[in-house]
């Protein structure tokens, strides 16, 4: 078990450039889920996957904002055109629910800053 | 939009002392789950209380869940600097799979 991994740590764009980020998830689990976290705010969901279908995606996630889970493995969040209102940490989070009451396993995140 | 309210936002004590927050929502749950993050880093799962569970206990931890008061609390015992971090706690409505955090508890705890 080595974690969930986020790639990559820091990132710092111009206004108006996409970004892409990448989640790996701990091996065996079958969801993945997209937080925002602001600071001095707690984390708020974005989208969520199980396997690789997405089956729930937060009204914050604006039509700029794609995220994907081709192989039911890793998945990725893009954002288009950036604003500066997407400065934020961008968190990935995965589980293993089979039964339900499973907690959620968050990596370190993605800082994004725009310039 | 956050719909787990804490309290307090911020708590400053002793090592040695014991830590109190509070968490209050005001939906269905189907569990509460507190987490801790350190500054710069992710999240942290600490423990997972059910709905139809009043508390639970891991080492220094003890959580409670009062589904009448849609209330929950995280107990820190004998803090140590180490301790010092922001605490969420978390809900998983009875519907869907996301959860839900509040703003958090800024914990300091002073050697």
Known sequence: DTGVSQDPRHKITKRGQNVTFRCDPISEHNRLYWYRQTLGQGPEFLTYFQNEAQLEKSRLLSDRFSAERPKGSFSTLEIQRTEQGDSAMYLCASSLEQQGNQPQHFGDGTRLSIL | ?111
């Open chain 2, 1 to 111: 939009s956050q719909q787990g309210e804490e309290d307090p936002q911020a708590l400053s004590i002793q090592e040695g002392e014991n830590a109190t927050m509070n968490c209050s929502y005001k939906t269905s749950i189907n569990n509460l789950q507190w987490y801790r993050q350190n500054s710069g880093r992710g999240l942290v799962h600490l423990i997972l209380i059910r709905s139809n569970e009043r508390e639970k206990h891991s080492g220094r931890l003890r959580v409670t869940l009062d589904t009448s008061k849609k209330s929950s609390s995280l107990l820190i015992t004998a803090s140590r600097a180490a301790d010092t971090a922001s605490y969420f706690c978390a809900k998983r409505e009875t519907s869907g799979s996301r959860l839900t955090f509040g703003e958090g508890t800024q914990l300091t705890v002073n050697p």
